[in-house]
């Protein structure tokens, strides 16, 4: 099993430009989630998913957009990128049976907006 | 909703010392407790979880947590620590009536350890 993981590793943009990260898991996991992760900030939810065909905002989605058209792949968007997106972007998800589980981690998207 | 606080973001520490990592945090409603580490340059992995029962909770890699509810507080603890605890720890919390097991962390404690 590959877990969960994050294409691309790395990326440049300049302000104003457009791109889609993409999380897959092969888990078979009811939901995901997106985070970013700043200095001193910890990570910080940006959108997440408890089904195919369902998303739902986090702590801070501006800027961003999701999509779960199929149950595992959830991919970001930034439709007009800025500095301030400048982050490392997480990848994660989780099992939706009763109870609370654990969520399973990406290695994460470096982005560097100029 | 909830609010997680870190003390402490860097604790450099020589091999073989303990280390206690401090964690409060604030809610309205119960929570699940968590402290996930992330070593360099890799995503974030589960050290331990508090769900309920016993308050001293064991996890992976020798490390431990209690969770002290009068206190708001969940520290992490290890007796000796290795080199390769070289890491940043990051604790979270999940509240317990919201659908979608969603996690807020704090800002992090960098842990540096020195031979």
């Known amino acids: 099993n590959a877990g969960v993981t994050q294409t691309p590793k790395f990326r440049v943009l300049k302000t104003g430009q457009s791109m889609t990260l993409l999380c897959a898991q092969d888990?078979?996991?009811?939901?995901m989630y997106w985070y970013r992760q700043d200095p001193g900030m910890g990570l910080r939810l940006i959108h997440y998913?408890?089904?195919?065909?369902?998303?739902a905002k986090g702590e801070v989605p501006d800027g961003y957009n999701v999509s779960r058209l199929k149950k595992q792949n959830f991919l970001l968007g930034l439709e007009s990128a800025a500095p301030s997106q400048t982050s490392v972007y997480f990848c994660?998800?989780?099992?939706?049976?009763?109870?609370?589980?654990?969520?399973?981690f990406g290695p994460g998207t470096r982005l560097t907006v100029t | 909703a909830q609010s997680v606080t870190q003390l402490d973001s860097q604790v450099p520490v020589f091999e073989e010392a303990p280390v206690e990592l401090r964690c409060n945090y604030s809610?309205?409603?119960?929570?699940?407790l968590f402290w996930y580490v992330q070593y360099p340059n890799q995503g974030l992995q589960l050290l331990l979880k508090?769900?309920?029962?016993?308050?001293l909770v064991k996890g992976i890699n020798g490390f431990e947590a209690e969770f002290n509810k009068s206190q708001t507080s969940f520290h992490l603890r290890k007796p000796s620590v290795h080199i390769s605890d070289t890491a940043e720890y990051f604790c979270?919390?999940?509240?317990?009536?919201?659908?979608?097991?969603?996690?807020?962390f704090g800002g992090g404690t960098r842990v540096l350890v020195k031979p």
């Open positions: 994660a998800s989780s099992y939706s049976g009763t109870g609370v589980h654990e969520q399973y």
């Open positions: 888990m078979n996991h009811e939901y």
């Open positions: 998913s408890v089904g195919e065909g369902t998303t």
């Open positions: 809610s309205s409603v119960s929570v699940y």
């Open positions: 508090y769900l309920s029962g016993s308050t």
């Open positions: 979270a919390v999940s509240d317990q009536a919201t659908a979608g097991n969603k996690l807020t």
